[in-house]
Nanobody, 114 residues
Framework: VQLVESGGGLVQAGGSLRLSCAAS????????MGWYRQPPGKERELVAA???????IYGDSVKGRFTISSDNAKNTVNLQMNSLKPEDTAVYYC?????????WGQGTQVTVSS
């Protein structure tokens, strides 16, 4: 299974970006599809995730600005990021998690200039 991310880049504060993640291969029993990020010098943190039960979770710092969407049939998950701030600068990682596995993407850089 391979996760391929796209959509990162450089944007000015207040701008928008859309990240996409597509999983190749056959995957059964996905419990969670989500996005995490790792700012420079900091630990990886949850940005947003959607569960198989229909629950959507957002990190406190992105609530009201970011929107996650997923297509379970296509194994894709997207992240619409609006009103971006310099503190959103990080490497963003896609994650697919099941009961006995967790797959990560390679990461895509998002840089927000002030």
């Amino acid at each position: 299974v391979q996760l391929v991310e796209s959509g990162g880049g450089l944007v000015q504060a207040g701008g928008s970006l859309r990240l996409s993640c597509a999983a190749s291969g056959t995957i059964f029993g996905i419990n969670l599809m989500g996005w995490y990020r790792q700012p420079p010098g900091k630990e990886r943190e949850l940005v947003a995730a959607t569960t198989s039960g229909g629950r959507i979770i957002y990190g406190d710092s992105v609530k009201g600005r970011f929107t996650i969407s997923s297509d379970n049939a296509k194994n894709t998950v997207n992240l619409q990021m609006n009103s971006l701030k310099p503190e959103d600068t990080a490497v963003y990682y896609c994650k697919l998690e099941g009961q006995r596995y967790a797959y990560w993407g390679q990461g895509t850089q998002v840089t927000v200039s002030s």
